[in-house]
């Protein structure tokens, strides 16, 4: 079979809590076309951290203490990052998803999704065309 080389994704892993930054490390680990390239516990260090490693994509939890993912997420566009978010909540609340897509999130997913449609949804938002630049 013809192996197609893609190129790698980076990605930031945003999650106010521990376990669960190491768990999508751990499932991200090892996929060719993926590079974790930092892990934030909030979204105040994930707009700093994004800043400085440039990732592609940016795996968001909304509910965190301090700045959470909805206002990081407004942040990166308003840096004019070209990271795209994808949303991963706990949440399946209809109006926290509405809020953190129209900040700019490209997609979401909930916490209970299997491994596999994390490596989807992250391959899918990499390979979607850039936001439009307001005009």
């Known amino acids: 079979m013809l192996e197609i080389d893609r190129p790698v ?16 490390v751990d499932i991200l680990d090892g996929i060719d076309d993926i590079e974790v390239v930092g892990s934030a516990e909030d979204g105040a260090a994930a707009v700093a951290l994004a800043y400085a490693v440039k990732p592609d994509i940016v795996l968001m939890d909304i509910s ?5 993912g909805i206002e990081a997420t407004e942040k990166l566009v308003e840096m004019d990052s070209d990271a795209r978010v994808v949303v991963l909540t706990s949440y399946s609340e209809r109006e926290k998803i509405t809020q953190a897509l129209a900040a700019g999130a490209v997609s979401y997913l909930t916490k209970d999704a299997p491994p596999e449609a994390v490596i989807r949804a992250i391959r899918s938002a990499a390979s979607a065309t850039q936001r439009p630049t307001p005009g």
Do not use: A, C, S, T
């Open 9 to 24: 994704i980076r990605v930031l892993i945003v999650d106010d809590h521990p376990l669960m930054r190491k768990g999508l």
């Open 64 to 68: 965190m203490p301090g700045m959470d």
